[in-house]
């Protein structure tokens, strides 16, 4: 058996590598560096955890948030091994402790902020120590297009040209073609090997829904899918969050704000409860999530519309880390739309950045608007082909309804020709209806030919402008309060030289079909009370370590202790997330409980709890 092999069953208790980690991780064993795309969730960390063990001296870990930095050093040292973080959080004692264990060569994984890695103090420390390589996590955030752009990370090839020896892995879950070659130039990778991994998340579940009463559905579909799980839900503005973080918990739901706009102690507190409670709902900004390593996040929802593709990526991304089945979920309307133009037209940027982000958006809104399968776009966006649909999205489950949108799209287009590509798309809407109020009635539209025209009504209607500025055939202008302005697509299709099918309006009341089975159910039924008794075990352990329960063990690991009920240490040590460390801590005990539920589910009289 490899060594690498050997660690990872014996530190981390799982059976085989994933994908392409053995290739990464027995590359940077032998001195060579790697560039890793893979999704989140996918198993970044032990590409980079395994080599630091194995090689001789500290891995050099730099990530760009500080807050995660415990919890995840947490995790390891319940696996056995030795980490350490130095960060602004710990006092000057704390940070000197942890130097003195690295001068005893006494650490494997230390994490630290870019900041840090290139402070010259620091970079004295690491050249009286021996290295055994540098990791540097979230690598996008070189990149000066993408999302998280940390300039701090340009400077990191002083690491490389301070210690040339050492070898060098960049990770990622999120970097278009683009941004890999940026990653490459910037951190002078080009001779590392690349390994991309696919984009594709199975087990996630994505649903775009459109319309109105975001709120109303938003709550529909957690209580249907999931009432008790942890989630997050990203909003646009402060304000948003405030409010729906309120409306969730006025309806029963632990649910918190996450913006930049509250102060850094609750941010973090509240970052806290997330991780370490189970069944919370984190209401945020796209600020939230980045290196958030929460495993059993069961569900994403989106309640406007994502800048672009990669943000929506990456944020449904934090869903279902386990691999278990989870849900993305996205209602969005005209406003977001009209409200990212807005947001993009008024940045200071310069013209080609611009160009950049309207490309992108155009993209996200494609994404939204399309009939086909989610997954092939997605994957499509990222240079992956899917040759077949995925058949586990909305559009493969339920395919959209379209309908020959060619008569109702020219006179929607003629009445904002008509109102002179004045009037914001409320009331082009009410002149097509035939709503005699009064603005209409002194401008005198309720004299032209589209007034009260056609037979779709209000939601119709305003589905189908969405779809139009969606297409490019129409935009909002945004220095005329929103006004509709036609674009020379529309030539063709006033000319009757095109046709355009377009999905049809979703009446909200259409119940979502049964999108995710949740662990439990996937419990035999006998099985339940055991799981409860392990969980509840579980959550005693992790508040008197106060770490998040999932660090203690996993919920798929508690599932299969329940499916095989090993009575021995031997059995309970081929159970995967099992290591020889977390045996010995926690095996006897879970034995003990396993043997008071006997397959047939009824606890044995005179358990002890
Ligand atoms: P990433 O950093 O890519 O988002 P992580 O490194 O946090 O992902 O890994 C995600 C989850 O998958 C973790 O719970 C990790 O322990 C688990 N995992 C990683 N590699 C394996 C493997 N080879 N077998 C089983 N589980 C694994
Ligand atoms: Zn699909």
Redesign the pocket.
Known sequence: MSQALDV?RSR?G?????FQ?QQIIDGLIDGRDALVL?????????CYQIPAILRDGVGIIISPLIALMQDQVDALALNGLSAAFLNSTQTVDQQQQVKQRLRNNDIDLLYVAPERALNEDFLQMLGECRIALFAIDEAHCVSQWGHDFRPDYQKLTRLHERFPGVPRIALT?TADQRTLREIEQQLQLEGAQRFVHSFDRPNIFYRVTQGDNNRQRLWSFIQQHHASDAGIVYCLSRKKVEETAKWLGDRGRHALPYHAGLDKNTRAEHQRIFLQQEGVIIVATIAFGMGI?K?DVRFVAHLNLPKNLESYYQETGRAG???EPANAWMAYGMQDVITLRQMMAQSDADEQFKRVLHHKMEAMLGFCEQTGCRRQTLLAYFDETLAEPCGHCDNCVEPPLTWDATEAARMGLSCVFRTGQRFGVNYVIDVLLGNAKDRILQNRHDQLSTFGIGDLDQNEWRSLFRQLIALGYLYADIDNYGALKMTPDCKPLLAGDRQLWLRKFEKPVKTPKPATPKIRTELREGDTPLFEALRLHRKQLAQEQGVPPYVIL?DKTLAAICAQRPDSVEQLSMI??IGERKLELYGSELIRITREYPSDGQALSGGSD
């Open positions: 990872l981390f799982y059976d085989e590598f994933r980690q893979m999704p989140t969730g996918g198993g970044k960390s032990l879950a390593d495993p880390r386990d691999g996993h995967p997330g």
